[in-house]
């Protein structure tokens, strides 16, 4: 399976940033709440309904196209109907002006203007007449330099010389000379044209909301130039609305399918960029993990060891970092604390990578280097704060744990379980606490920050995210496609290690642990039917969680059934009777009435 175009234009942006310009339509604004021209086009029909029937109410839709095919209307389009019922500039631009005003920058204005902070973009082609993503800009000290026709690009310094250069290919809303009408989009002003023919032919291009539906523009990508640099194109759906496909064609242009836009898409490609940056050359997640296996294969301990040492150092390090960074902070900094999760994501990806091929082939040593982990934490200076930023071991472990416990359960190797099971770690009140803890405060943050909307758990916002995150890992997803390829996956393999992290912390009689696997009955419920029926599973099982068989057999079923209360989970009856006795119900005891 193809790697997804993001990954390509993440890799163009952070390996060559200032060489892509973006190419904007209408779809960058539809999150601020700006119509688009289809939009525009309905309203000047309900307004030309008014005036000529004389009616002082809004038409129905249904009513409008009825009205629009008797009368012959029923063809024109957003500029065409602009044109007849404001033909004249002044009068065009106070109509548009209306619907601009009072804006204010959306989603995909703000992560533009994140781009251009960040030195990734400088150029912008915009068929927009707002001002919005001026406005962004301009709210992070960048005084963007703006052409809109020959004039105003003679009169501007070079694209060169500025922080973000603006193409604004069809005019200003506060201009008198915006081109909306058939005859006014034909031809652009020669010398803007021939401006905007060098960017398209010297830049990459990264084109968001635009249909390609302007004639003269269209022409301009169509006759790009052969270049170094490539063209990424955003569409809601594979295929793109026509007449995009034609551009797209024309140009070899990647396509990046996002069905929920422009914002959502640029805030995924500003994380990607984050992380990207977070490793340095050589030492991402997926480069990692391939030298652990290589060196594995190789029977090469002594520079396993070393590697693994390193690995271990740079993880606890950002950990050690961002946990003084942020735990006397407010909480209230979004973007701050994005950024600080943004570090410590990257360093967990990159532990988890060293660790994966340890669990599938050398379970010892994952077993020292989880310990090494739970030793390291008592040693931390103690602080004031925030708990979640305090605490900020505790989603990494988290997710490193139930990433390798999935994986683990999955594929059955069970000698690599036992340590992310039974190892805890000391806080400074000496209580013990599972390597797989519950995520916690900042678990759930980050589950609403990042996680798909609407959640799949509204109320554990963290368990719908991990998932989601695990099939954004593209280095994960190119080694271990046969896990992640499933559609229940790693959804089912997740259950399943639930229900064995539950069975640990209870026979340590520890606080219970979220029972995640309740809210997937088939799945823990065919699971324990397997544990049941398969003596020797069993005991691999009871291996894993710290007991012997005969305690496993007799405790599990009944730490599954109590869930202490935890009113928000379904009751765990049925999965717990299969576990002891292979049945959704338990058999009759003896002597009573049948």
Same mark, same amino acid.
């Given at each position: 399976m193809p790697l997804d175009p993001i990954v390509s234009l993440s890799v163009a942006l952070a390996e060559a940033p200032g060489s892509c310009a973006c190419l904007l $339509? !209408? $779809?960058v604004s539809v999150d601020a709440q700006i119509p688009t021209a289809w939009d525009i086009r309905q309203d000047g029909f309900r307004k030309l309904y008014r005036q000529e029937t004389g009616s002082d109410t809004t038409p129905t839709d249904e009513q409008l196209t009825q009205w629009l095919q008797e009368h012959g209307h029923g063809d024109l389009d957003y500029s065409s109907l602009l044109d007849q019922i404001a033909p004249d500039p002044a009068v065009r631009r106070e109509l548009l002006a209306g619907y601009f005003k009072a804006a204010k920058p959306g989603q995909a204005h703000e992560r533009l203007a994140d781009l251009a902070a960040d030195g990734y973009v400088r150029v912008f082609i915009t068929t927009n007449f707002d001002r919005l993503l001026e406005d962004a800009l301009t709210a992070r000290g960048i005084s963007p330099v703006v052409v809109s026709d020959d004039g105003t690009l003679a009169n501007a310094p070079r694209r060169e010389h500025a922080d973000a250069f603006i193409v604004k290919v069809h005019g200003d809303y506060m201009? %008198?000379?915006i081109r909306n009408t058939p005859t006014e989009l034909a031809e652009l002003p020669p010398e803007l044209t021939t401006e905007l023919r060098a960017i398209v032919d010297h830049y990459g /291009? /990264? #084109? #968001?909301g635009w249909r390609g539906a302007d004639p003269a523009l269209a !022409? #301009?990508? *169509? !006759? *790009?130039?052969?270049s170094r640099y490539g063209v990424w194109w955003l569409s809601r759906s594979d295929p793109p609305a026509d007449p995009g496909t034609t551009v797209i064609d024309a140009v070899g242009a990647r396509l990046i399918v996002r069905p929920d836009g422009a914002g959502a898409f640029l805030g995924e490609l500003g994380r990607r960029l984050t992380l990207y940056a977070a490793h340095p050359s050589g030492?991402?997640?997926g480069s990692i993990h391939d030298q652990v296996l290589s060196l594995i294969k190789r029977s090469d301990d002594i520079d396993l060891d070393e590697l693994l040492r390193r690995e271990r150092f740079e993880f606890e390090s950002v950990v050690q970092a961002v946990r003084a960074e942020m735990a006397n902070?407010? $909480?209230a900094d979004t973007e701050g604390a994005l950024a600080a999760w943004a570090r410590l994501a990257a360093a967990t990806d990159r532990r988890l990578a060293s660790l994966i091929p340890l669990a599938l082939h050398r379970p010892e040593l994952l077993a020292a280097a989880i310990q090494e982990h739970v030793e390291w934490v008592p040693t931390l200076?103690?602080?004031g704060g925030l708990m979640a930023w305090v605490e900020a071991w505790v989603v990494p472990f988290w997710m490193i744990g139930m990433i390798l416990g999935g994986l683990a359960v999955h594929l059955d190797r069970y000698e690599a379980l036992r340590p992310l099971l039974t190892a805890t770690w000391l806080d400074p009140n000496r209580s013990a606490h599972a390597f797989v803890s519950p995520s916690g405060e900042l678990g759930e943050w980050v589950g609403a920050q990042l996680g798909p909307d609407p959640p799949p758990r509204p109320h554990f916002r963290a368990w719908g995210w991990l998932p989601h995150d695990v099939r954004a890992k593209d280095w994960l997803g190119t080694r271990y496609r046969p896990w992640l390829g499933r559609d229940d996956e790693p959804e089912r393999a997740f259950t399943k290690f639930s229900v064995l992290l539950? #069975? !640990?912390? $209870?026979? *340590?009689? %520890?606080h219970a642990m979220t029972p995640w696997w309740t809210l997937d009955e088939p799945t823990s419920e065919g699971y324990a039917q397997r544990l049941h029926d398969n003596p020797a599973l069993r005991a691999q099982a009871a291996e894993a969680v710290g007991a012997t068989l005969e305690d496993f057999n007799a405790k599990a079923p009944d730490i599954l059934r109590s869930l202490h209360g935890m009113s928000a989970f379904p009751r765990p009856e049925r999965t717990a009777n299969m576990l002891e006795f292979g049945s959704y119900a338990a058999p009759p005891r003896e002597g009573a009435a049948s």
């Open positions: $339509g !209408a $779809g201009q %008198e000379t /291009l /990264l #084109i #968001i !022409a #301009i990508v *169509r !006759a *790009r130039s052969p030492d991402d997640p902070t407010s $909480g200076p103690a602080m539950h #069975i !640990a912390t $209870g026979l *340590r009689d %520890e």
